[in-house]
């Protein structure tokens, strides 16, 4: 009857120990996904950071204002240039082509790009 006890006793220490063992595993890999998500979560804040330094750069009013005049050959508005449509007004005058600039000439832009 005592070595039936014993081997009881036995059996549950084992399973105790086999459970303190699987508790630390856990606890270890829990921790070491931690490490790895707290690493990946300044790796994004800093390329957010990053993205946004360059959006500033890239929206900056000069660099946009340069890109429509020299790439998209834009020029600001003037009363001259401007089209008024009367309500009930089915089409648009025909608009009047723009004179060419020499430093603006469509083959030599072209060439620079």
């Avoid at 081997?7 to 790895?36: I, K, N, P, W």
Wanted: overall charge positive.
């Amino acid at each position: 009857m005592m070595t039936r006890i014993n081997f009881l006793l036995l059996f549950a220490v084992v399973l105790c120990a086999m459970s303190v063992v699987r508790a630390q595993y856990q606890g270890r890999r829990t921790f070491a996904a931690l490490d790895v998500a707290q690493q990946r979560a300044e790796q994004l804040q800093m390329d957010r950071d990053r993205l946004q330094v360059e959006y500033r750069a890239m929206s900056a009013p000069g660099r946009i204002e340069q890109i429509a005049r020299t790439e998209l050959d834009m020029r600001p508005i003037t009363a001259a240039r401007t089209v008024f449509v009367r309500e009930g007004q089915v089409t648009l005058p025909p608009l009047q082509p723009l004179p060419v600039l020499p430093q603006m000439a469509p083959d030599r832009k072209r060439a620079h790009r």
